[in-house]
């Protein structure tokens, strides 16, 4: 459902002559539980997506888990 999301998406960065940025993109899956089977791979027209467990947006540090504790280390390192 994801990659159909992500197919429209693609199709109006066409439209409106935009350039998406895959390498620039990447995606998180939210949740507390572990998943189980195997991921679909998650693809931006023609190139795929990479996904993290961790990122830094805005100037915060953010997990998968939405825990604050990637995000403090991060603070004590720099």
């Known amino acids: 459902m994801l990659n159909d999301i992500l197919a429209g998406l693609y199709a109006w960065f066409c439209r409106n002559m935009l350039t998406p940025h ?5 995606y998180m899956l939210l ?4 998943l189980v089977g195997p991921l679909q791979e998650i ?5 795929f997506i990479d996904r993290v ?3 830094r947006c805005l100037g915060v540090e953010v997990d998968c888990r939405l825990k604050w504790d990637a995000h ?3 603070m004590w390192l720099s």
């Open 72 to 74: 403090v280390d991060s």
């Open 43 to 47: 693809r931006l027209g023609d190139n």
């Open 31 to 34: 949740g507390l539980g572990s």
């Open 22 to 26: 895959p390498g620039k993109t990447e």
């Open 53 to 55: 467990k961790s990122t």
